[in-house]
């Protein structure tokens, strides 16, 4: 059965890739990025796969960004039965040298995103008896150099996803939070290219959200660790 799809920084990467899956599985999909004209470029693009593609601009740093989304979409598309908190971004470098900008770029974008997309959605999800996934990281488990304000945000988002599945598992809501290692994106200044055949694709995320979303409502995969099955090149 088609499904509406709430999915906050899906211009580019992972969010984009799980958006082409989705639609060309006879979904409906609402995809958000900070920039209207960025939301219109991608949206223009996923509309040759499906016409049931819908963009909004939001920051997720921002709450009533994700409340106006939120609005948006229910009156666009009439519901919201998942929704994909994947909006992030990672700044690397040593702890004594991390800036206080770069810290709470990474804490507000990465963690309190997460949270400002759920509070805005949950009432919508109570409906529906959704779902509510977070894109984490491995880096949510792993702690690394040079990765203290991006393992403190994605360590974060783990807890906060599996406590918040205890929650709302009461309202029949499900909550997952995936944890991927390296997948082939814009992120952190990555250009996709060849040399990224190595990694996972952002199709593969697409691919598992959509088996989640097919899933009998009886199980919930709480926590998903998934990595490429080969060492980098
Ligand atoms: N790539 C990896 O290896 C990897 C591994 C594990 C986890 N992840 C996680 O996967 C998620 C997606 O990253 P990606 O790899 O797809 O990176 P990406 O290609 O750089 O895409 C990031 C997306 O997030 C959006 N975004 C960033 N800040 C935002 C904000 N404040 N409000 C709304 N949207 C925002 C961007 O949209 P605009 O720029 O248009 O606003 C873009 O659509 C992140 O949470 C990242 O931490 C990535």
Redesign the pocket.
């Known amino acids: 059965m088609s499904k509406v799809i709430y999915i906050?920084?899906?211009?580019?990467?992972?969010?984009?890739g799980i958006a082409e899956v989705l639609l060309k599985n006879g979904h409906k999909v609402a995809i958000?990025?900070?920039?209207q004209e960025?939301?219109e470029k991608a949206v223009a693009e996923l509309s040759k796969i499906s016409g049931d593609i819908f963009g909004v601009s939001?920051?997720?740093?921002k709450f009533e960004d994700e409340q106006n989304a939120i609005q948006k979409i229910t009156g666009n598309f009439g519901k919201v039965d998942a929704v994909i908190a994947?909006?992030?971004?990672?700044i690397f470098g040593s702890v004594d040298e991390l800036s206080l900008e770069d810290w709470n770029a990474m804490i507000e974008?990465?963690l309190t995103?997460c949270f400002h997309t759920l509070k805005a959605s949950v009432g919508e999800l109570k409906k529906t008896e959704g779902y509510y996934i977070t894109?984490?990281?491995?880096?949510g488990t792993n702690f690394f150099e040079n990765g203290a304000g991006y393992n403190a945000s994605?360590f974060g988002v783990v807890g906060f996803t599996q406590a918040a599945m205890i929650d709302l598992r009461k309202y029949n809501i499900k909550a997952s939070t995936i944890m991927?290692?390296?997948?082939a994106?814009?992120?952190n200044g990555n250009i996709p290219s060849d040399k990224d055949d190595w990694?996972i694709q952002?199709e593969d995320i697409g691919n598992l959200i959509l088996d989640m979303l097919n899933m009998n409502p009886r199980i919930l995969p709480s926590k998903i660790e998934i990595r490429p099955s080969q060492v980098r090149k």
Request: glycine share 22%; hydrophobic share 25%.
């Open positions: 906050t920084g899906g211009t580019k990467g992972i969010g984009y958000s990025g900070r920039k960025d939301v939001s920051d997720v740093r994947n909006a992030g971004l990672g974008t990465n995103g894109i984490a990281s491995l880096a994605k991927p290692g390296s997948v994106t814009y992120f990694k952002p």
